[in-house]
């Protein structure tokens, strides 16, 4: 353990009262201004850095690590998902590696709503009309969506996150069903009146909506491939706010253009910010940037998490939200 204080990069700019906090602990570099790293500069920040506090724009693979200095010991991530970073290669350096769970979980279920309303209901649609001045009055068969009483929502990933979505979407009376490695608890299965479906394939069959809530990994890269992707419904709806690589964009592009596929509600991407194109122009689906978790009080909790971690390694001890390779 560095004696002193800790060395600590920021790689973005975080909120103020995270920043003027971390200020006041640490010998701390932040970012400014906000935007992402090149390679050469995140590969100085670990060179010369006790601490990195990274984001998900930073790719930390096994060829970064090894630009890291003798003095990094703790990556301490600024979010829930670490598939940016190389936790084997990590652990392998002796670099603890540490994330933000469970704060996020409210605010990203209540997108998962909002993105289901928006492409049910098609908002975007009627936005668009009165943002250009086109409105021509109310019709009866106007703009006309879908009721989601009723609706049965297959939530793929039956974490903190999906157990969320499953509370607000029985609130819209929907019929809760999931899939998942491991079945829950009885109990907690009847808390939101949940019904379990050991076969993925099943269970996509047979719902009108999809919402991916579980993360990205080996095991689930593309687990909604083009076979998946055709048992839905030509009604059916998928949304995803987890991590894009979960759902292979170029089959459900094919499929939503061929009218196999009701709609898309997306807010991941598979390539980042690199949006396909095939999804841009088409009416039925509803694209955001990354915003599942955008709320101050969210960032400010992660950066409550972050400082925790980094205190309690610089006391000494084991970060409370270290993470290990195949425990996600």
Same mark, same amino acid.
């Given at each position: 353990?560095?004696?002193?204080?800790?060395?600590?990069?920021? /790689? %973005? %700019?975080?909120?103020?009262?995270?920043?003027?906090?971390?200020?006041? #602990?640490?010998?701390?570099?932040?970012?400014?201004?906000?935007?992402?790293?090149?390679?050469?500069?995140?590969?100085?920040?670990?060179?010369?850095? @006790?601490?990195?506090?990274?984001?998900?724009?930073?790719?930390?693979?096994?060829?970064?690590?090894?630009?890291?200095?003798?003095?990094?010991?703790?990556?301490?991530?600024?979010?829930?998902?670490?598939?940016?970073?190389?936790?084997?290669?990590?652990?392998?350096?002796?670099?603890?590696?540490?994330?933000?769970?469970?704060?996020?979980?409210?605010?990203?279920? @209540?997108?998962?709503?909002?993105?289901?309303?928006?492409?049910?209901?098609?908002?975007?649609?009627?936005?668009? !009309?009165?943002?250009?001045?086109?409105?021509?009055?109310?019709?009866?068969?106007?703009?006309?969506?879908?009721? #989601?009483?009723? +609706?049965?929502?297959?939530?793929?990933?039956?974490?903190?996150?999906?157990?969320?979505?499953?509370?607000?979407?029985?609130? $819209?009376?929907?019929?809760?069903?999931?899939?998942?490695?491991? %079945?829950?608890?009885?109990?907690?299965?009847?808390?939101?009146?949940?019904?379990?479906? !050991?076969?993925?394939?099943?269970?996509?069959? +047979?719902? @009108?909506?999809?919402?991916?809530?579980?993360?990205?990994?080996?095991?689930? $890269?593309?687990?909604?491939?083009?076979?998946?992707?055709?048992?839905?419904?030509?009604?059916?709806?998928?949304?995803?706010?987890?991590?894009?690589?979960?759902?292979?964009?170029?089959?459900?592009?094919?499929?939503?253009?061929?009218? !196999?596929?009701?709609?898309?509600?997306?807010?991941?991407?598979?390539?980042?910010?690199?949006?396909?194109?095939?999804?841009?122009? #088409?009416?039925?689906?509803?694209?955001?940037?990354?915003?599942?978790?955008? /709320?101050?009080?969210?960032?400010?909790?992660?950066? !409550?998490?972050?400082?925790?971690?980094?205190?309690? $390694?610089?006391?000494?001890?084991?970060?409370?939200?270290?993470?290990?390779?195949?425990?996600?």
């Amino acid at each position: 353990m560095p004696s002193g204080r800790l060395s600590v990069v920021v /790689t %973005r %700019r975080l909120p103020a009262a995270v920043e003027t906090r971390m200020t006041e #602990l640490f010998d701390v570099s932040l970012r400014d201004p906000d935007t992402a790293m090149t390679p050469d500069e995140l590969a100085a920040a670990m060179a010369g850095a @006790d601490v990195l506090v990274p984001t998900i724009t930073d790719q930390i693979d096994a060829a970064m690590l090894a630009k890291a200095g003798p003095r990094l010991k703790l990556i301490a991530n600024y979010g829930a998902g670490v598939d940016n970073i190389d936790l084997a290669t990590a652990r392998s350096r002796g670099i603890l590696v540490s994330n933000t769970p469970g704060v996020l979980t409210e605010d990203t279920a @209540d997108m998962v709503l909002a993105l289901i309303l928006a492409v049910v209901r098609r908002i975007p649609e009627g936005l668009a !009309e009165m943002q250009a001045g086109a409105w021509p009055g109310w019709s009866p068969m106007a703009h006309l969506g879908g009721r #989601l009483a009723g +609706r049965r929502l297959g939530i793929l990933g039956m974490g903190r996150i999906g157990h969320a979505v499953a509370r607000r979407a029985r609130a $819209f009376g929907m019929q809760i069903h999931y899939h998942n490695r491991r %079945r829950l608890r009885p109990e907690a299965e009847a808390e939101v009146e949940a019904t379990w479906w !050991e076969s993925l394939d099943q269970m996509v069959a +047979r719902m @009108d909506i999809i919402s991916v809530n579980c993360p990205h990994t080996p095991s689930t $890269f593309h687990l909604m491939n083009a076979r998946r992707l055709k048992l839905m419904k030509p009604t059916a709806v998928i949304v995803n706010t987890s991590r894009g690589e979960v759902v292979d964009e170029n089959a459900l592009a094919r499929g939503l253009r061929a009218g !196999e596929l009701g709609g898309a509600g997306l807010d991941v991407f598979e390539n980042g910010p690199e949006i396909n194109p095939h999804l841009r122009d #088409l009416p039925n689906v509803v694209l955001l940037p990354h915003m599942g978790s955008a /709320t101050l009080e969210g960032r400010l909790d992660m950066g !409550e998490r972050v400082i925790v971690n980094i205190k309690t $390694f610089a006391d000494g001890h084991r970060p409370p939200d270290q993470v290990v390779p195949g425990m996600l």
